[in-house]
């Protein structure tokens, strides 16, 4: 477990990165620059990410706490499941979209693991929450109250609808599609996918 310091280091080492992120894209988040920035050894900053897509799925993570948090100030106010788990979806691709760079790091650690992450079965927790209308979490301390079975078939649509937005997230990357094209594919795909959620 983590003292409170190295949580604190951390979490700087993460926000350096981002903001390095932010200016110049990942390619700007080298780890010497992202050490020195943080005022961390380099050594220092290999033990808490060994790899530079160690460092960019945290930054991404930090983006999903974000994300959980808007929803939770402002919960989709859709009446059905697939319009409230479209909504969560078009706000995280918005988000993204911000930094390209970061949403392409997001797809390749989810499509090719490129780095031990939690993040696909955070992002269909976040929607199983949200098309359940289970109660959403204030953030990353408080937790969904029990966590869904992930075997049963509703949660498994979800899924599947998680795993047509990265498609589409992919697509729009390569500018095969725009923000419009994919909220109308994401509304085809999630009406019959979470009809009985």
Not at 33 to 40: S, T
Not at 71 to 84: F, M, S
Not at 153 to 181: C, M, P, Q, T
């Amino acid at each position: 477990m983590r003292s409170r310091s190295q949580n604190q280091r951390r979490k700087r080492i993460v926000q350096t990165a981002a903001a390095l992120a932010l200016r110049g894209g990942v390619e700007a988040m080298q780890m010497r620059a992202v050490a020195e920035r943080a005022g961390v050894a380099l050594g220092t900053l290999y033990r808490y990410f060994p790899s530079k897509m160690d460092l960019v799925v945290a930054v991404v993570t930090e983006e999903l706490d974000l994300l959980e948090s808007s929803i939770g100030r402002r919960p989709p106010t859709a009446e059905t499941a697939a319009g409230r788990a479209v909504d969560v979806l078009m706000r995280a691709t918005r988000g993204l979209m911000r930094e390209p760079e970061l949403a392409d790091a997001l797809v390749r650690s989810l499509i090719m693991s490129e780095a031990k992450t939690e993040l696909g079965a955070r992002i269909t927790d976040l929607l199983w929450r949200v098309a359940t209308g289970a109660a959403l979490s204030g953030g990353q301390d408080a937790g969904p109250a029990e966590p869904p079975d992930r075997t049963d078939a509703a949660y498994v649509r979800v899924a599947s609808l998680a795993s047509v937005w990265i498609f589409e997230l992919l697509e729009l990357l390569k500018g095969d599609r725009d923000l419009d094209e994919v909220q109308r594919r994401m509304e085809i795909a999630a009406e019959p996918l979470l009809a009985h959620c």
